[in-house]
């Protein structure tokens, strides 16, 4: 019997602005989903925070990448509606269960 394969993604971490209304985060979250969706990704977690997000990311077809890692930042040094951000190194996402 074989172990089964690595579930590699990375943990996102945003600190909304506190100012932000509603409806902002609701197109922040529309975004943050687009930019997933452009990259092949998807994220297990659910926001219910208005201020804090922590958000695993994991591939659909195979396992997230650095490059992957590096789009994400990219996409969130351009977001002026977050205090900050955080995108952590890629791990395991099995492990955290």
């Known amino acids: ?9 990375f943990i996102v971490t945003m600190e909304l602005a506190s100012s932000l209304t509603e409806r902002e ?18 994220s297990e977690g659910h926001v219910d925070d208005e201020e804090w997000w922590e958000l695993p990311v994991l ?4 396992q997230a990448t650095d490059a992957d890692r590096e789009a994400v930042r990219a996409w969130l040094d351009r977001r002026g509606d977050l205090r900050s951000w955080d995108v952590g190194e890629l791990i395991d996402l099995r492990d955290m269960d």
């Open 59 to 62: 591939s659909e077809a195979s």
């Open 25 to 42: 985060r609701d197109r922040l979250r529309d975004a943050w989903e687009d930019l997933l969706a452009s990259r092949g990704l998807v």
């Open 1 to 9: 019997m074989s172990a089964p394969c690595p579930e590699y993604g």
